[in-house]
C-alpha cells in the first residue's frame, strides 16, 4: 500500500477562481496572462506562455536574502525603473538589507508593460522570487505599504509550478472588554495560482488580510499535475507602484515614505541608528497585526532608514557565472584593474529548468551599468577602467579574445539539448565545461596551437605581446582548467603555452590572488 502524508490534500480543498468574491472584493486571480497564441518576436518557433519560465529562470539574476540573520527559504532579486539621473524607486520591507536594484531584464519589461495596461498604473519596482520546491516557503503576512503608492494594487504574477495562496483575516484590532461576546471565527480563504495567472491584491485587502504561501508537506504522488510541472519550481514576480526614491549614489531619500515628501529637499539616509530602525520595524509589525491599520500614524512622518543592519558598501557587483572559468576570467580583469568589487556566487540551479547563471557586472556609476557576457564585461573594463595602454597589443588582444571566444567558451545561454550534442562530440573536455555548461567546439585543440604558435611568434611573455591584456585574463583561467582536469592537455604538445602559463602566474599578482599555487607538478 502506498504510504499516505497526515497532511489533508491541498487539491482536494476548494480554492477561489477568476468569477470568485476573493478577500474584500478589491482582489482578483486572472487566468492566461499571456494568450496561448502570442509568439515574442525574438522567438517565433513557441508560443511565449510556454517558453517564459525559462526564460525569466535563465535571465534573472537570483540572490540570497536575509532576515533577522537568517536566509529566507526562496531565491529573490529586486529589478526597477531608474530615472534619467540615476534615482531609483526603494521598497522598504523587513529584511537585513535593501537588495540591489536591477533594470529589468527584458522579459520582464514586456510582462511589466502587459501588467500596466490590466491595472491601470504604473510598475516600477518588481520582487522576483524563486520556489525552487514545494518546501520554499512565504509566511502569512500584510504587505508593508510605506512606500507603496496609494491607490495602487500589488500585482502578483505566477510560472511553473502551481502553488496556493492562503489568505486569512486578521483578528480584530478592538480590544475585547468583559461584556463582548467571542469575535467570530478568522475567515480563510486559498486561490490556486497557475502557471501564466496574475493575482491582484488590492490595499483594503491587505489590511483587512493576511497572505502567505505554505510549505506543501504533501508526498509527490499526492499533488495534481499542475503542481508538479516545472519539477515543482515556481517563479513569482510583485509588482508595486513604488512612491519613494533613493538617488543615484544612495544617499538620500525622498517621497511618500521617507521625511522629506520631494526631492529637492531630500534627506540624507540614516545609517546604523538602532533606535530608529527598531521604530520602522515596529512599524513594520503594527501593519501585520492590525486590520484598522492607521497609516498617518504610523507612517505618515517618514523614515530615512534604508537597511536594517549594517549597510553594505557601494561598490561594484559581480554576479558569478555557472561556469567557474567565466567568472575566474572577469575576476582576473578586475583585480588588473584595481576594482574592489561584491562577488555574487551563482545559485545552485536545477540543470533541467534552464542553461545556468549567466555571468554579469554591475557598475557604481550614476546608472548602475550592467554588462553582461565575458567578451562584453572584458570590452567594458578596457574601455573605462584599462590596464593595458600599449595600442598594438590591444588590437592584438581583441583580436584573440574574438578567436578564443568563438572556439574556447561555452555558450549557457545553450539549451542543454544543445550541450548533450556538443559533449558527444568531444568526449575528454575539461571537467568544468563537462559539469558547469556546454564543452568547446572540435576547434578546440586548434585554437591551443593557434596560440602556442603566436607566443613563439613575437616571443611573449604575455599573449599579446610585452603586456598583460585582457587576452591573457581570457586565456590564463582556460590553461589553468586544462592542466588541472583535461586529461588530453599534453605539456610537450602546447609547450610554448605551459610556460607562458607558469611565468604568467609567476610574474602577476592577480593570478595569485586567483590560485596562491600552482596545481600539484606545474610548478616551475
Not at 27 to 41: K, T
Not at 159 to 164: E, L, N
Not at 226 to 253: M, N, Q, W
Amino acid at each position: 500500500m502506498a504510504e499516505s502524508s497526515k497532511f489533508k490534500s491541498l487539491a482536494n480543498l476548494a480554492v477561489l477562481g477568476p468569477d470568485d468574491h476573493i478577500a474584500e472584493g478589491d482582489s482578483r486571480i486572472v487566468h492566461d496572462l499571456i494568450p496561448f497564441d502570442y509568439y515574442y518576436p525574438s522567438g517565433p518557433l513557441k508560443p511565449l506562455a510556454d517558453i517564459i519560465f525559462q526564460e525569466l529562470y535563465d535571465e534573472v539574476r537570483w540572490q540570497k536574502m536575509l532576515h533577522q540573520q537568517g536566509e529566507v527559504p526562496r531565491l529573490v532579486c529586486c529589478q526597477g525603473e531608474f530615472g534619467d539621473d540615476g534615482s531609483k524607486p526603494v521598497y522598504r520591507h523587513p529584511a537585513d538589507q535593501t537588495l540591489p536594484l536591477l533594470h529589468f531584464s527584458p522579459k520582464v519589461q514586456y510582462i511589466r508593460r502587459q501588467v500596466e495596461k490590466l491595472v491601470g498604473h504604473p510598475l516600477n519596482h518588481v520582487l522576483i522570487q524563486l520556489y525552487r520546491s514545494g518546501n520554499d516557503y512565504i509566511s502569512e503576512h500584510s504587505d508593508k505599504t510605506l512606500d507603496i503608492a496609494k491607490g495602487s494594487s500589488i500585482v502578483n504574477i505566477s510560472f511553473g509550478a502551481q502553488r496556493t495562496m492562503r489568505l486569512r483575516s486578521k483578528r480584530s484590532s478592538t480590544p475585547k472588554s468583559p461584556s463582548d461576546e467571542d469575535p467570530p471565527p478568522r475567515s480563510t480563504q486559498r486561490v490556486a495560482m497557475p502557471h501564466n495567472s496574475m493575482f491582484v491584491l488590492g490595499l483594503r485587502s491587505n489590511e483587512k488580510w493576511l497572505h502567505g504561501i505554505m510549505a506543501d508537506k504533501r508526498l509527490p504522488t499526492e499533488r495534481s499535475a499542475p503542481e508538479t510541472a516545472y519539477c515543482g519550481t515556481r517563479i513569482s514576480l510583485t509588482f508595486r507602484h513604488i512612491a519613494t526614491f533613493l538617488d543615484a549614489k544612495e544617499t538620500v531619500i525622498w517621497g511618500q515614505g521617507a521625511t522629506s515628501k520631494d526631492q529637492r529637499g531630500a534627506a540624507d539616509i540614516v545609517e546604523n541608528d538602532e533606535p530608529e530602525a527598531e521604530r520602522l520595524i515596529c512599524a513594520f509589525g503594527a501593519e501585520n497585526h492590525s486590520n484598522d491599520f492607521n497609516w498617518e500614524d504610523w507612517y505618515g512622518d517618514g523614515f530615512d532608514v534604508l537597511h536594517l543592519h549594517e549597510p553594505p558598501e557601494q561598490l561594484p557587483s559581480l554576479f558569478a557565472s555557472s561556469n567557474a572559468v567565466e567568472t575566474k576570467q572577469i575576476q582576473l580583469a578586475l583585480a588588473e584593474a584595481k576594482i574592489n568589487h561584491t562577488l555574487l556566487d551563482a545559485p545552485d540551479l536545477d540543470i533541467a529548468l534552464g542553461s545556468g547563471q549567466k555571468i554579469m557586472y554591475r557598475d557604481s556609476d550614476t546608472h548602475c551599468t550592467e554588462v553582461e557576457g565575458v567578451a562584453a564585461i572584458l570590452h567594458y573594463i578596457d574601455r573605462y577602467h584599462s590596464f593595458c595602454a600599449d595600442r598594438p597589443v590591444t588590437a592584438k588582444a581583441y583580436a584573440l579574445l574574438e578567436t578564443v571566444a568563438r572556439f574556447s567558451q561555452p555558450s549557457v545561454g545553450s539549451s542543454s539539448s544543445e550541450a548533450n550534442e556538443a559533449s558527444s562530440e568531444v568526449p575528454n573536455e575539461p571537467k568544468e565545461f563537462k559539469e558547469s555548461s556546454p564543452v568547446p567546439p572540435t576547434g578546440f585543440k586548434a585554437m591551443l596551437h593557434g596560440l602556442n604558435e603566436q607566443l613563439k611568434d613575437h616571443g611573449g611573455p604575455f599573449l599579446a605581446g610585452k603586456r598583460f591584456s585582457i587576452a591573457d585574463c581570457v586565456v590564463w583561467p582556460l590553461l589553468d582548467e586544462c592542466m588541472e582536469n583535461w586529461e588530453n592537455w599534453d605539456e610537450s604538445e602546447w609547450s610554448g603555452l605551459a610556460e607562458y602559463y607558469r611565468a604568467t602566474w609567476k610574474k602577476k599578482a592577480c593570478l595569485k590572488k586567483l590560485r596562491s599555487e600552482l596545481p600539484a607538478g606545474k610548478e616551475l
